[in-house]
């Protein structure tokens, strides 16, 4: 009981401190006379002054993949959680590289010499998709440059190596050399507009296979949803490794009957800095705290966990890959991060609450790593989370959720289309 008034005593006192720096500084005078008899403290400080990061879908242009500074700065507590993008893509493109010159007397399944392989992309516009797609085709030779970088987008088909937009590469093994062909690849889009999709990617390794079954060799996919979704439904029969990332529970697992390998993208470590930075926030505490330097309880991330972007303000957690030899290591993947595992004490973090986003409820990482790894890490952090699952087609059918941000302390914003922070920052101006 003590300790309850204890509280609230200092949630009027920091609601009070609040409120007059607010009217002070011209603040936009927002009181919310829609008074939701919710948290004091919440709904003093104006809501356009409430810590914000966004994560998993970097604000930025889907088209060149400029960062969307007014998004990411959108006030002095807005972050970015996410994972360094380029260093994971190289991770996979070079594990697939790897496995093909370890199995090279084997890989060729219609000893042609050349290895095909098919590559499912999860979203054309999104940096962390285009990223891997890159990844891909720099690791194998097959990508095309144009304007300064490699081409990201989907091919089609490309049976005979004519497409324009890749090339054949090649590959010297044991004094013998192998052409390498991207020999389809597709934006994994469904009809009603979710991206990353794993049944349209059961789907056309269906149509793939039954065009040119015995040249595909090896499987690349953005991501282990649409990976398991081409491994149960044929590579797995066939015995053609797919190569997936996230590091999904279910394909850690799958590694042991033949699923190629995948990337862990270090979720445990995200989904503890994107409440971290929330958390930080809210106490007035050094952003750095329980992240690059110990916070009481002795939490702390190791350097070689992450990368902090000041001038991005973006948190990048690194990459690490997953084959036959290390998967035993990655078992479950909604297992905290122990170094970071230390309940914070309710005195000096007292609860607050939070509103969070999923773009898409039926997104695998999302839903079967991120998510519950975030509800481990909310109880640790004393936040009080409401859950939002979008349908991954519209930002609508997410900010209609949002009818009174007063009501929370703090937001976490995972976009359906990373051209649209302004959908979400408007309600909170
Ligand atoms: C993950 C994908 C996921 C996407 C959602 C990516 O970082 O690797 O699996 O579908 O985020 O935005």
Known sequence: MKKKNALLALGLALGMTVTLTACGSGGDGKTDGSNSGGNQAASTVANKDKPLVWFNRQPSNSSTGELDMTALSFNDNTYYVGFDAQQGAEVQGTMIKDYIEKNIDTIDRNGDGVIGYVLAIGDVGHNDSIARTRGVREALGTGVEKDGGVISEPIGTNVDGKAKSVKDGTLEVNGKSYKIRELASQEMKNNSGATWDAATAGNAIGTWASSFDEQIDVIASNNDGMGMSIFNSWSKDNKVPTFGYDANSDAVAAVAEGYGGTVSQHADVQAYLTLRVLRNALDGVD???????????????????????????????????????????????????????????????????VWLNIYNSSDNFLGSTYQPLLEAYDDLLNLKVEYIAGDGQTESNITNRLGNPSEYDAFAINMVKTDNGASYTSLLN
Do not use: H, M
Request: overall charge negative; charged content about 35%; hydrophobic content about 25%.
């Open 287 to 353: 952003i750095d705290t329980g992240i690059g330097t110990a916070d009481d309880a002795g939490n702390v991330l190791g350097e070689d966990t992450y990368v902090y972007n000041k001038d991005q303000r973006s948190y990048y957690a690194l990459n690490v890959p997953v084959t036959a030899e290390n998967y035993k290591d990655f078992t479950d993947s909604t297992k905290i991060y122990e170094p970071v595992s230390k309940q914070l004490d309710k005195e000096k973090s007292p609860e607050k609450k």
